[in-house]
């Protein structure tokens, strides 16, 4: 069983900064290899959309609205990918959620996602 683990979000004023980190880890403590890993966030009411992501040979992607501002990254060592915000504004408040395609074994990779954090960036 695979899991996503997010820490980092929380309440910030605008202009400030916030780093998010999300952990992939199994049960059984084997991971084979983390492929594609990103960031999305979703608003009330809104769907999911891609902040940002990052292939496993480091190619990355980021959305227009945060071009400029964030930077994703991730330790392969680890498992974990990064979401570094910078220069935050008000219309970044989001439930930011973390997904990976993981292979535990060498014969399947499945996608999952992580619990969400909360990011509320104030006025």
């Known amino acids: 069983q695979v899991q996503l683990v997010e820490s980092g979000g929380g309440l910030v004023q605008a202009g400030g900064s916030l780093r998010l980190s999300c952990a992939v880890s199994?049960?059984?403590?084997?991971?084979?290899?983390?492929?594609?890993m990103g960031w999305y966030r979703q608003a009330p009411g809104k769907d999911r959309e891609l902040v940002s992501s990052?292939?496993?040979?480091?190619?990355?992607n980021l959305a227009n609205s945060v071009k400029g501002r964030f930077t994703i990254s991730r330790d392969d060592a680890k498992n974990t990918v990064y979401l570094q915000m910078n220069s935050l504004k008000p219309e970044d408040t989001n439930v930011y959620y973390c997904?990976?395609?993981?292979?535990?074994?060498?014969?399947?990779?499945?996608?999952?996602w992580g619990q969400g954090t909360q990011v509320t960036v104030s006025s």
């Open positions: 997904n990976a395609d993981v292979m535990e074994t060498r014969w399947n990779e499945y996608n999952y």
């Open positions: 199994t049960v059984s403590g084997n991971i084979f290899k983390v492929n594609d």
């Open positions: 990052i292939t496993r040979d480091g190619v990355t």
